[in-house]
């Protein structure tokens, strides 16, 4: 069975430094890819590129502002100089703002756009210049919500919703320029936003049981799940795949109807 093969070229990943993000370095790495482990905290994003030396592999961490384009561009110049080849980017770079339309404040709104949005675009097309040159890939990150919507997550949903439009868009205009550029859509993943709002709950297994239950395979997606998915649609056994959706949900989508 053919393996997936990302050596001699370099995968730049914002938000490299969390859960879904940092996973996706690690299998990159395993899949051959030196590794642009980009993230707004450096010491998460450092934390990443060592676990990857430390197997031997190839890494190197970045901290990176995706809502400052300079700060983007920076990085990726330096990454492409040090690491090799852009062949793959991965736009996991994101944050949580929660409230329902009536109660989210402006400043959170504005604040989640330039992360989840702002940052994605400025991200792929700083990246157009150097995937160009390789034909690579774009993985960016949606989510089920954009889907069906997310209770007390009216300004998330709506970035991801965004996300997913911008993907297609992307995929239209970059085809001529040999850049395939698909998105993975996560449902509940047992890790960063997740945890993060166990954190807050008396009784945090209950979350999980919950979780678990509304999956059919009665669990939530780990990050590997997920960036297993993004690897592969980075790798050339995707090399007629542009334009998607990639749902990683453990049929999440379909219980709910």
Request: proline residues 2%.
């Amino acid at each position: 069975m053919k393996t997936i093969d990302l050596s001699g070229g370099m995968v730049f990943i914002t938000g490299g430094g969390g859960s879904i993000g940092g996973a996706i370095a690690v299998e990159a790495a395993h899949a051959g890819a030196s590794v642009a482990v980009a993230d707004f905290k450096l010491d998460a994003a450092r934390q990443v590129a060592e676990t990857i030396v430390a197997h031997g592999g190839v890494a190197h961490a970045y901290q990176v502002d995706v809502t400052q384009a300079e700060s983007v561009r920076e990085a990726m110049a330096d990454a492409v100089e040090g690491l090799g080849p852009m062949v793959g980017l991965v736009t996991a770079a994101a944050i949580l703002r929660t409230g329902s339309v009536a109660t989210q404040s402006e400043a959170g709104w504005h604040e989640i756009m330039a992360v989840n949005v702002e940052g994605t675009f400025k991200s792929v097309q700083a990246a157009v210049e150097y995937l160009r040159q390789t034909r690579g890939a774009i993985v960016t990150l949606g989510s089920v919500s954009a889907y069906i919507g997310s209770e007390e997550g009216a300004a998330y949903t709506t970035t991801k919703g965004a996300v997913l439009s911008f993907t297609v868009a992307s995929a239209g205009d970059l085809a001529p320029l040999g850049i395939r550029v698909n998105a993975v859509s996560p449902g509940w993943v047992d890790g960063g936003f997740t945890h993060e709002a166990m954190s807050h709950m008396d009784d945090p297994q209950q979350l999980v049981e919950t979780a678990n239950r509304m999956h059919y395979l009665g669990r939530m997606a780990t990050p590997t799940d997920v960036a297993n998915a993004a690897v592969w649609l980075l790798s050339d056994q995707a090399a007629f795949v542009t334009g998607t959706s990639l749902l990683v949900d453990g049929g999440y989508m379909i219980k709910r109807g």
